[in-house]
């Protein structure tokens, strides 16, 4: 029989997220119940919550950064037991016949995958997301949280870490690559801790010198105020894999440029503008302009696995559910270092 979970909700555009239900189903056979433990908050959320985006489906419950553990579990679920601990990422679903699902890339889905929070589930009803003290998934889509990993800092790491994971494995950093990470905030100190862990030259371009201590202190060898011009002058073709996690505009031509031969520049960081450059920008020395997104539930997996051997987890501010709108407004101000972190024991 279904049960209500406490939850804060979204229930429209320009209101502020107030507390209440979410109706939550019971396991089915091949699903695994999870009392949520912490939930990250991630700049999609408030887009979501916000309404910047189109099709929102209102009331809608944010929250794809979960970190739980398991109280139930259906009768054929084999993966993992009441007490695991567990997470949820970006999406709790997908065709699971296509090539892209077959090899382990759900979230390519030909067919889309079912996002966490504003989608369809196969029931037919809307999903609601990690704002609330509990969750249904199947369990082909829960994550095993390593013991190594607080759950607190571990639930971050379910985009914000593979976000930043996926690119670097893909485009292979490690010892001698020169990796370069464009914003010092919740995703892009992820990406300082997890490339400096896998060996790789690691270099900062940030508006501004403010957060150099940070960025050292993480992993960074190098850190450059992209807001001195002097800068693109210095770093011309120096790196063999740039990844920009901002979401402000910027002059694509200018990083190319600090690509060297067969370097890449990958876009995980959302521009609210179509994107611009000059061919030259990309025949000069082979340069590739790329895009990446969350990873599939192995490599998602591999990047917990990473994370907990190497100590590695997201610097959060933990804060109740009441702050939640708070917190949303500082994330827009760019006031945190570096990711919130809800207590679900708030909700």
């Known amino acids: 029989m279904p049960t209500l979970a406490k939850a804060y909700v979204a229930i429209s555009p320009t209101a502020p997220l107030e507390s209440g239900t979410v109706e939550r189903r019971d396991p089915g056979e091949c699903e695994v119940g999870i009392a949520i433990k912490f939930t990250g908050i991630c700049h999609s959320d408030i887009h979501t919550a916000r309404g910047d985006w189109t099709s929102i489906n209102y009331p809608v419950v944010v929250g794809h950064e979960i ?62 997301g990690g704002y609330s003290s509990s969750i249904v998934v199947d369990e082909n889509y829960v994550l095993r949280i390593p013991d190594g990993l607080p759950l607190d800092s571990a639930a971050p790491l379910l985009c914000a870490g593979i976000t930043m994971y996926s690119p670097l ?21 992820m990406g300082v801790k997890m490339a400096a862990a896998m060996g790789a030259e690691v270099t900062v371009l940030s508006q501004s010198l403010k957060k ?76 590739n302009l790329a895009g990446s997104k969350m990873g599939g539930v192995p490599q998602t997996q591999e990047m917990l696995n990473f994370c907990a051997a190497h100590g590695l987890g997201a610097e959060v501010e933990v804060i109740q559910a009441s702050k939640i709108n708070d917190a949303f407004d500082r994330v827009i101000a760019s006031d945190v270092r570096y990711r919130f972190v809800i207590d679900a024991g708030t909700f």
Not at 77 to 93: E, I, N, P, Q, W
Not at 97 to 122: F, K
Not at 169 to 189: D, S
Not at 231 to 243: H, K, M, N, P
């Open 169 to 189: 494995r893909n485009w292979n950093a490690g010892p001698g690559k020169r990796v370069a990470i464009i914003g010092m905030g919740g995703l892009g100190h």
């Open 67 to 128: 970190a739980g553990v398991v109280e139930a579990v259906g009768a054929k679920v084999t993966r993992y037991s009441v007490g695991d601990r567990v997470g949820v990422g970006c999406f709790v679903d997908s065709c699971r016949d296509c090539a892209n699902c077959r090899a382990g890339e759900e979230q390519h889905c030909l067919l889309g995958a079912v996002s966490t929070y504003n989608s369809v589930g196969r029931d037919g009803l809307p999903t609601a």
């Open 212 to 287: 150099e201590e940070d960025a050292r202190r993480l992993g960074a060898q190098h850190y450059y105020a992209t807001s001195d011009r002097a800068s693109f002058e210095v770093l011309a073709g120096r790196f063999d894999l740039i990844i920009n996690t901002v979401s402000a505009d910027i002059d694509v031509d200018q990083y190319l440029s600090l690509l060297a031969l067969d370097g890449t520049l990958v876009l995980v960081g959302l521009p609210s503008k179509p994107l611009t450059q000059r061919a030259w920008s990309l025949v000069a020395f082979r340069r």
